[in-house]
C-alpha cells in the first residue's frame, strides 16, 4: 500500500521561499517518475514540475519556470519542491504525486489520473 505525506507547507508574504517535502512508503521511488501538483480554490488540480526516476531530467509549467526547482533522494523514497519569489497566484494545495506505473519516466504524467497522491499542504502567498 502506497501511502506519501507532505510537509513544509505554510504563509509566506510575495517574494518569499518555501520548501515542500514529501517521503513515502510502499514504492520503489528509483523507477517511477515524482512530482508536484497544486489546487487553487475552484480550479483544477494542475501539473507543476516533475522528476525522471534518476533526476537527470525535470519538467515545469510555465508559470513556475525559473522560480521553482524540483528534487528528489532515490535512497530515502523523497521528492522536495524549492519555491522562491512567491506570488499571491501560487496559493493553492501542493499535492505530491508518483507514478503507478513504473519504468514509464514522465510520459503523461502531469495528464495521469492514476498517479499515487498525497494529501496535500496548503501554500498560501499573501502580498
Known amino acids: 500500500q502506497v501511502q506519501l505525506v507532505e510537509s513544509g507547507g505554510g504563509s509566506v508574504q510575495a517574494g518569499g521561499s518555501l520548501r515542500l517535502s514529501c517521503g513515502g512508503s510502499?514504492?520503489?521511488?528509483?523507477?517511477?517518475?515524482m512530482g508536484w501538483f497544486r489546487q487553487a480554490p475552484g480550479k483544477e488540480r494542475v501539473g507543476v514540475a516533475a522528476?525522471?526516476?534518476?533526476?537527470?531530467?525535470?519538467y515545469y509549467a510555465d508559470s513556475v519556470k525559473g522560480r521553482f526547482t524540483i528534487s528528489r533522494d532515490n535512497a530515502k523514497n523523497t521528492v522536495s519542491l524549492q519555491m522562491n519569489s512567491l506570488k499571491p497566484e501560487d496559493t493553492a494545495l501542493y499535492y505530491c504525486?508518483?507514478?503507478?506505473?513504473?519504468?514509464?519516466?514522465?510520459?503523461?504524467?502531469?495528464?495521469?489520473?492514476?498517479?499515487?497522491w498525497g494529501q496535500g499542504t496548503q501554500v498560501t502567498v499573501s502580498l
Open positions: 510502499g514504492y520503489t521511488a528509483s523507477s517511477r517518475c
Open positions: 522528476i525522471s526516476p534518476y533526476g537527470g531530467t525535470t
Open positions: 504525486a508518483v507514478r503507478s506505473r513504473p519504468f514509464t519516466g514522465c510520459n503523461d504524467f502531469f495528464r495521469a489520473r492514476d498517479n499515487y
